[in-house]
């Protein structure tokens, strides 16, 4: 099996069949390679907060499912034992959101990523990054 077909069985066949909050935000995954992953979900009603933007919680969390999918991509369970996000540009109902995961830094242990949220008209509208802990433990593939 190659690192590709590897990545993609993790996520599409093991990860998100089971991520009912992912499920729940309707992400659709773009792509994955072995360290990095792309998806996208639109913003819905039901996701803004008080002020009429989306809320928060949910870019976060869309981020953090690119994280997920990125560090857990290589073959290695990897869980995640910090992270931040800077919003920098209001998300709306409607808004089509791009979370890309890159990794910056990989050890047998910690990992470092790098997240940049985009809108559909490409532009940045959050920055995420995330370390996790490798456990050393196989996904079984």
Known sequence: MTDQEKADKIVYK??????AFSQWMQ???????PGACE????IRSDML???NVCHGGVTFSLADSAFAFASNSRGVQALSIETS???SRPVLSGDIITASARELNLSSRLAIY???????NNES??????TVFRTGKQ???
């Open 27 to 33: 992400i659709d995954i773009i792509k994955v390679s």
């Open 39 to 42: 998806i996208k979900a639109e």
């Open 14 to 19: 093991l990860m998100y069949p089971l991520d």
């Open 139 to 141: 996904w079984e593939v």
């Open 85 to 87: 996000i800077s919003h």
């Open 125 to 130: 509208v959050a920055f995420f990054k995330g």
């Open 114 to 120: 790098d997240v940049v949220l985009t809108n559909q």
């Open 49 to 51: 907060n008080g002020f």
